[in-house]
């Protein structure tokens, strides 16, 4: 099993940002051709895929050395304008250009309280539980699941017996197979899932505990360690998922994503049916074979592990 090195960062460490800033940088413009950004292509022979240094620079109105020296992780004192003009040669996507201004620009954030690492509220608890025929559950950084009602436990598996360190969505899409056969589609939910962890990268770099989550997933997954090399990034706020329930059949579910205005790190999810839909008829079976032992994860949202 051949692993880059880069893609496995040491244990205890946070992820090398100036490696992430040029491997970024580095795919998005393996991924151009010419005539994608209105340069001509002579039909000369390209050693590498995609632009080249130089015709990128053109597009964003910047010196070869100046981007040369971006691409190779040195984004010190870069402007805002800068970051905005290679974005735009790079036609990137919103989601993309966030993480790009996140690499060469990083914030300096506050840590937040030992108490509040993996705490939600108790209203929101409340709230969860009061959610009648829709799963909804809640997950912060990392992709960590940390509460949730019953009706999701019912369609997703029940969280509550997991231990609290595997309650999250990467995890479990890659290193349990039960996942596998639970969405149709599974490989796009693979893709959103490590999307969203090289998002949640691009904001903490210096989280050792994420280094470690993508440091084991690399180890032990193929399929996670070839999505992570991508170096994809995207945020989904809904869709549609295809789920095949082992006792209720194939379903079809809209999602919806929430970020809370208290917290940015947390977001809250819900799947409905279609009304008067087949979809609609399974969650109502699901709903009523709900047990009290699924009732909800309030354990999940309990203050545990280092501070984030």
Not at 22 to 28: D, Q, V
Not at 64 to 87: C, F, H, K, M, P
Not at 119 to 132: E, G, K, M, N, T
Not at 279 to 286: D, F, I, Q, V
Request: net charge neutral; aromatic share 6%.
């Amino acid at each position: 099993m051949d692993i880059q090195p880069e893609s496995v960062p040491e244990a205890g460490t946070g992820l090398d940002r100036r490696a992430e800033l040029s491997e970024f940088l580095r795919t998005r413009r393996a991924r151009l051709k010419p005539e994608d950004v209105g340069l001509p292509d002579f039909g000369r022979h390209r050693r590498v895929p995609g632009l080249r240094r130089e015709e990128l620079a053109q597009l964003a109105g910047v010196s070869v050395a100046y981007y040369t020296r971006l691409e190779q992780g040195n984004g010190r004192n870069v402007s805002a304008e800068v970051l905005d003009s290679i974005a735009r040669a790079l036609r990137l996507t919103d989601a993309e250009h966030a993480h790009l201004t996140h690499l060469a620009k990083p914030k300096q954030h506050k840590k937040k309280p030992a108490a509040r690492t993996r705490q939600v509220r108790p209203a929101l608890r409340h709230l969860l539980d009061s959610i009648d025929g829709v799963p909804a559950y809640i997950t912060g950084r990392r992709s960590d699941i940390l509460a949730w009602n019953r009706l999701a436990a019912a369609l997703f598996g029940d969280w509550a017996e997991l231990p609290e360190q595997e309650r999250n969505w990467a995890r479990l899409v890659f290193l349990r197979p039960e996942y596998r056969d639970l969405y149709v589609e599974w490989d796009q939910k693979a893709s959103d899932v490590v999307s969203h962890l090289r998002m949640d990268a691009g904001c903490h770099p210096d989280d050792p505990r994420l280094s470690a989550l993508v440091g084991e997933l690399s180890v032990k997954s193929e399929e996670f360690r070839r999505l992570w090399a991508t170096h994809d990034v995207k945020e989904k706020g809904y869709g549609i998922k295809r789920i095949r329930h082992p006792l209720v059949g194939d379903l079809t579910l809209n999602f919806e994503s929430f970020r809370l205005p208290d917290d940015g790190e947390q977001m809250l999810i819900t799947y409905h049916a279609e009304p008067d839909s087949p979809s609609a008829e399974a969650l109502h079976l699901l709903a009523s074979w709900g047990t009290d032992a699924t009732r909800s994860g309030t354990g999940a949202s309990t203050p545990s592990g280092p501070s984030e």
